[in-house]
């Protein structure tokens, strides 16, 4: 059962990959979500990588994951028919979510001007690449090319080396959920007056809001960070944060200050109990050590650091990520293993928390095992999901109750290619 | 009509660091009132973190705390005396929201638990956000979003290949709950208005972060199948990655590209002045199967070209293109600039000072950011004689105690 939190509204969801979660948002709180898509099914429907690499609707695991609790009716766009279905369908809505090229719907007469004379209540966000009124406006699209522009895929790899992005695309994440809270903040003033308005998202903006203190360094500091691989800070600063372990990689934080100095002192007696470290490690006053001191690292600092970091690296090669992580865990330690998928699903805290959730997909013959709920409410809480939507697998129903459809008539519709 | 979308909405946000202050800032920029409790007794770790106004520490310098704190009121309580709390209880019933992202046995140490504040107010919404929830063995897990994006997976997707690890900068999960937490909110409050009840919510950092990869745990779930990282590489598009451009002023420039068929492919070549009869680059599956020869080839042309100017081809000629940009860049950045993302705000004490803006903007109701961040005990006049009535020797007397601290 998803959450009681949204019931009794409805989301049209006319978004591709740029916007898939922000209607899974909606459902998993209760919204009614409709996806609205082609006849032949909207692109992420084809997103690989594919379960059993079966290359097919049915097994894409995009689709599967971000399409899960909606229902889904097609509608062809091009055609006269198709469009009015959309409008019809927008009067009876309270939020549509899109992300076709900009003024693509208002060419059609779906835009929001259109849509909120018949329907004033309407809110209505579009999510763009790079905004409505920039030089970049119309812009060609994909993941990666909002990754670069948002100043993200600078910072990540190596010297030498391109940057990258994640082997899993997260742009269209971030601006799916940006427009969710979007929409949740017009829905406030609308329980007030009865007025829906219009929402442009900007994903660029949204992947430069991930880069955390760093935009301001340049203007602030006159300096900025470049790729550095496993290491962090400016180059004379600079510390190792991911160390290889036996069978990965381990993330650890080491600094100082009255928090962070603790879980240094903490590693350095681990280390000792070990034979490993030195004295000057075990008399070092970390607590007193402040991260100030990391912009500009004095040639003592820098030797310490660096003997430090040889000798984390010596000590963390001889245990796994999960007896470091246990250990981490105990003794207060900050670091964190660089966890797989497998790792993640057998991590005990999530069994602890019954995070897991199973969704059964009788399309597939199968069970399948999805991320839990992002939140545990006590009055409204969120349980599992229904399975994505068949493309169009709704449209008799939908069509039917919304909008009072005959059965003749959608025949009609659908032998002209309408739905 | 309300100047903005939540006026008349309460908040007090015992939050610190990340994620907290992050959900509550979306709410402060939509015109509701937030009062951020603070101590100086235990700052809010961001108040001395990097970058500082003139490269100066101290704790009313820092942009990182004052990126994710504008429009918000600040006061000081040190919690840990009893006096402070009865202060802080004080102000519970004012409060629509609270929101707190201590490690869970805090509040409830202090008795500021949801148990005891709806007391003061039975239809209070409260969230607790922390790393790993409320329950369970490792609900005490100390640690930053840094930590967080290690072991929530995206480290390890990120990477040139197997055993190479380069992660994204920063707390990038703390980038991705504060979406999830403020979307809650904003329904739970919804809810309330509609059912006059209240409510806690206990969010973990690690569960959010997950619905970012729900795609590939689902996978392993049901194959076994660990997604792992592979540079640029991808199913989809080829080419589709950095391509190094030519310097400027001796820094390296990259632009990256994706193409997506054999239309863009045969537009990128024309834009880069090529042409290629290589059968290995002849389809677009081909060209994916062979996408490391194909990254060289389409290298060794941009190499000569300037990102920007070539960008601005490739993208009139039909190709995903844009300069990878450093942070630099993006603040001279003409899409950013044209939907007016930068804000430079009027701080007490650094002055003038770059703010990120709203990543959306709403056409009626426009959240902006109204002002710049608190500096350490900001309105502690305000809020202890003008909400709470206390009187001048009052105040006096709590701060020579340290209660209002």
Redesign the interface.
Same mark, same amino acid.
């Given at each position: 059962m998803p959450s009681?939190? /949204?019931k009794g509204l409805r989301l049209l969801d006319l978004t591709d990959e740029k916007g898939a #979660?922000c209607g899974k948002?909606f459902a998993d709180?209760g919204a009614e979500v409709i996806k609205v898509e082609p006849p032949a099914g909207c692109s992420t429907r084809r997103?690989?990588?594919y #379960?059993?690499d079966k290359a097919d609707p049915e097994h894409c /695991?995009?689709s599967?994951?971000?399409h899960a609790g909606k229902k889904s009716v097609t509608a062809n766009l091009a055609t006269r028919d198709g469009r009015a279905l959309v409008a019809d369908l927008a009067a009876r809505s309270d939020f549509l979510v899109e992300s076709h090229p900009l003024g693509y719907l208002e060419s059609i007469g779906l835009g929001?001007d259109a849509l909120a004379k018949k329907n004033p209540r309407l809110i209505y966000?579009s999510i763009t690449p790079?905004?409505d009124? @920039?030089? @970049?406006?119309d812009?060609? $699209?994909?993941d990666?090319?909002? $990754?670069?522009? &948002?100043?993200?895929?600078?910072?990540?790899?190596?010297e030498g080396?391109?940057?990258?992005?994640?082997? #899993?695309p997260?742009a269209g994440?971030?601006a799916g959920?940006?427009?969710? !809270?979007?929409m949740?903040? %017009?829905?406030?003033?609308r329980?007030?007056?009865g /007025?829906g308005?219009?929402? !442009?998202?900007?994903m660029?903006?949204?992947i430069? $809001?991930?880069? +955390?203190?760093?935009?301001? +360094?340049?203007?602030?500091?006159?300096n900025? #960070?470049? =790729?550095t &691989?496993?290491f962090?800070g400016s180059a004379e600063a600079r510390r190792k944060?991911?160390y290889e372990c036996k069978d990965?990689?381990?993330?650890i934080?080491i600094t100082g200050?009255t928090?962070l100095g603790n879980?240094t002192k903490a590693l350095i007696e681990w280390m000792g109990e070990k034979g490993f470290g030195s004295d000057w490690m075990r008399t070092k006053d970390w607590i007193s050590w402040?991260?100030?001191a990391f912009?500009q690292m004095t040639a003592q600092d820098r030797a310490e650091v660096d003997d430090l970091e040889a000798t984390i690296s010596r000590f963390l090669l001889t245990m796994t990520k999960h007896e470091i992580y246990a250990q981490g /865990?105990k003794r =207060?330690i900050?670091?964190?293993?660089?966890?797989?998928?497998?790792?993640?699903?057998t991590d005990?805290?999530?069994k %602890?928390?019954d995070?897991?959730i199973t969704v059964p997909h009788d399309t597939l013959g =199968?069970t399948?095992?999805?991320? @839990?709920?992002? !939140?545990?409410?006590?009055?409204?809480p969120i349980g599992s999901t229904t399975r994505a939507p068949r493309i169009g697998e709704h449209s008799d129903e939908i069509y039917r109750s919304l909008l009072g459809l005959a059965p003749e008539r959608l025949t009609r519709l659908r032998a002209a290619g309408s739905i | 009509m309300a100047r903005f979308a939540l006026e008349g909405v309460h908040i007090l946000d015992f939050a610190w660091v990340g994620v907290g202050p992050i959900t509550t800032k979306y709410f402060a920029d939509n015109g509701a009132d937030v009062i951020r409790v603070e101590s100086a007794a235990r700052l809010d770790v961001l108040r001395i973190g990097p970058p500082w106004k003139d490269a100066m520490p101290g704790v009313n310098r820092s942009q990182f705390f004052a990126s994710f704190n504008s429009s918000k009121k600040g006061i000081t309580l040190d919690l840990s005396k009893p006096k402070a709390r009865e202060l802080a209880k004080r102000l519970v019933p004012w409060a629509d929201i609270i929101v707190e992202s201590f490690t869970p046995k805090a509040m409830r140490n202090w008795g500021l638990d949801y148990e005891n504040l709806r007391e003061l107010r039975p239809d209070l919404i409260m969230l607790s956000t922390c790393m790993q929830g409320q329950t369970g063995p490792n609900a005490l897990y100390p640690g930053f979003g840094q930590l967080m994006a290690a072991l929530s997976g995206f480290y390890y997707i990120s990477g040139y290949g197997q055993g190479s690890c380069t992660p994204p900068y920063g707390a990038y999960t703390d980038f991705i709950a504060p979406r999830f937490s403020a979307f809650t909110l904003l329904a739970a409050l919804d809810y309330r208005r509609r059912t006059g009840k209240g409510q806690y919510i206990d969010m973990a950092q690690y569960e959010c972060a997950m619905q970012n990869l729900a795609p590939a745990l689902i996978d392993y779930h049901a194959t076994g199948r660990v997604l792992g990282p592979h540079g640029n590489a991808s199913a989809r598009y080829a080419p589709h990655g950095a391509y190094r451009c030519a310097d400027e002023d001796g820094n390296e420039r990259w632009i990256a590209i994706a193409v997506a068929d054999d239309e863009q492919w045969r537009a990128m070549l024309s834009v880069l002045g090529t042409s290629s009869s290589n059968s290995a680059f002849a389809t677009a599956s081909a060209r994916i199967e062979n996408s490391a020869a194909l990254d060289e080839f389409v290298g060794s042309f941009t190499r000569t070209h300037n990102a920007q100017e070539l960008t601005a081809k490739l993208q009139s000629a039909g190709v995903a293109a844009y300069p990878v940009e450093n942070c630099v860049d993006i603040h001279q950045d003409d899409n950013l600039e044209a939907f007016g993302f930068w804000h430079w705000l009027e701080h007490k004490e650094m002055g003038p000072s770059p703010y990120e803006g709203l990543e959306h903007r709403m056409s009626r109701t426009p959240g902006t950011l109204r002002s710049a961040a608190p500096i350490l005990g900001q309105d502690n006049d305000e809020v202890f004689r003008g909400m709470l009535s206390l009187s001048a020797d009052e105040i006096e007397q709590l701060k020579k105690e340290n209660v209002i601290f």
């Open positions: 009681e939190l /949204l #979660l948002m709180l997103i690989p990588p #379960l059993e /695991l995009y599967i994951a971000y929001y966000a790079f905004g009124t @920039g030089p @970049g406006k812009y060609n $699209w994909a990666i090319i909002t $990754w670069a522009a &948002g100043g993200m895929m600078y910072l990540m790899g190596e080396k391109p940057p990258i992005q994640m082997s #899993l997260q994440l971030h959920a940006e427009a969710a !809270v979007a949740m903040l %017009a829905h406030y003033p329980q007030i007056d /007025l308005q219009r929402i !442009v998202v900007n660029q903006a949204c430069v $809001w991930t880069l +955390m203190n760093e935009q301001a +360094m340049p203007l602030l500091h006159g900025h #960070l470049t =790729r &691989g496993i962090v944060m991911v990965g990689h381990i993330s934080l200050g928090t879980s402040v991260p100030g912009m /865990l =207060r900050f670091l964190a293993p660089v966890a797989t998928a497998a790792d993640i699903a005990e805290q999530l %602890a928390r995070f897991w =199968r399948l095992t999805f991320p @839990g709920p992002f !939140v545990k409410m006590s009055a409204t | -």
